[in-house]
């Protein structure tokens, strides 16, 4: 049974950083893209960061590119979200999940497997 569970969302003020964790089991974990969505209330998911197999290609949204950065540890079988320079439009609940062609790594339909979420408030 694949498990994502994501960990490391909170509130913090306008600024500050958080780096969220996904821990990933029951895959084998080195073969997936991971990626990185969100969803605010009342919007549409959107997609905000992808890293391939071996980490060594990114990719990012416009909107947190240069703030965020996603990296994995595949001996851990864990993907990382580092969210520096938070703004309160940051605010969202954050998927992470797994696609194991990566073909379309900013499309969420590409993606087999999802994490519950975990929730990043930013404050003004």
């Known amino acids: 049974q694949v498990q994502l569970v994501e960990s490391g969302g909170g509130l913090v003020q306008a600024g500050a950083s958080l780096r969220l964790s996904c821990a990933a089991s029951g895959l084998s974990f080195s073969m997936y893209t991971m990626g990185w969505f969100r969803q605010a209330p009342g919007k549409e998911r959107e997609f905000v960061a992808a890293v391939r197999w071996r980490g060594e290609i990114t990719y990012y949204a416009g909107s947190v590119k240069g703030r965020f950065t996603n990296s994995r540890d595949n001996a851990k079988n864990t993907v990382y979200l580092q969210m520096n320079s938070l703004k309160p439009e940051d605010t969202a609940v954050y998927y992470c999940?797994?696609?194991?062609?990566?073909?379309?790594?900013?499309?969420?339909?590409?993606?087999?497997?999802w994490g519950q979420g975990t929730q990043v408030t930013v404050s003004s």
């Open positions: 999940a797994a696609d194991r062609y990566g073909l379309r790594p900013t499309d969420d339909n590409e993606y087999d497997y």
